[in-house]
Structures are given as structure tokens and as C-alpha cells.
């Protein structure tokens, strides 16, 4: 099992930054891939970033690419994203989420932290 705990969170106006934290734990040697996922009301939720856990090779969605980074310290074990040059759209329930080898599915999952830009 692997236990995923969100921060970070907040309130921000548009152009600011903001970086979210998920701190891992258990059995973080299973771990292949980090997910940083969003689910915006009424929206499908939405992949936005993807690294991997030893290679550190990262994958971003579109419409974040060039402004969020999402990076990871092995050492704690934390997963970050960091968010430059907020805007409106990126309002939403950040979730992170990890997924082991040999499978294409995320199995743990945060509980979610808000993030909200206003105008």
C-alpha cells in the first residue's frame, strides 16, 4: 500500500504561483510513475502531469505545459507541482496519484487539495 497526503492548496489571483505538495508513504519502492490529476466542477478529471518516480522523465498535458513543473525529492519522498502564471481555467481539485509497474492504472490516490484563481 501506499499512503498519498496533498498540501499546499489556496486561494491565488490570476499570475500568481502557487506549488502543491504530496508526501508519500508505505511502499514507495513500488512506485513507477507520479500523477499530478484536477477535476474541475463539472468537468471530467484531467491528467496534467506525469513523472517518473526513479527516471524523473516528466509528461504534461497541453494547456499546462510551460507553466507547471512537476518535479520529486526521493530522499522524502514528496511529489511537487509547481504552478507559475495561474489563470482561472486552472481552478480546480488537484489530486496526486501513484501507479506501480506493470500496470497503466493510478491505484492510490490523495485525498485532494483545492486550488482556487480568481479573476
Known amino acids: 500500500q501506499v499512503q498519498l497526503v496533498e498540501s499546499g492548496g489556496g486561494l491565488v489571483q490570476v499570475g500568481d504561483s502557487l506549488r502543491l505538495s504530496c508526501a508519500a508513504s508505505g511502499r514507495t519502492f513500488s512506485i513507477r510513475y507520479m500523477g499530478w490529476f484536477r477535476q474541475a466542477p463539472g468537468k471530467e478529471r484531467e491528467n496534467v502531469a506525469r513523472?517518473?518516480?526513479?527516471?524523473?522523465?516528466?509528461y504534461y498535458t497541453d494547456s499546462v505545459r510551460g507553466r507547471f513543473t512537476a518535479s520529486r525529492d526521493n530522499i522524502k519522498n514528496t511529489l511537487y507541482l509547481q504552478m507559475n502564471s495561474l489563470i482561472p481555467e486552472d481552478t480546480a481539485v488537484y489530486y496526486c496519484a501513484a501507479r506501480g509497474y506493470g500496470t497503466d492504472k493510478y491505484n492510490y490516490w490523495g485525498q485532494g487539495t483545492q486550488v482556487t484563481v480568481s479573476s
Open positions: 513523472i517518473g518516480w526513479s527516471s524523473g522523465d516528466t
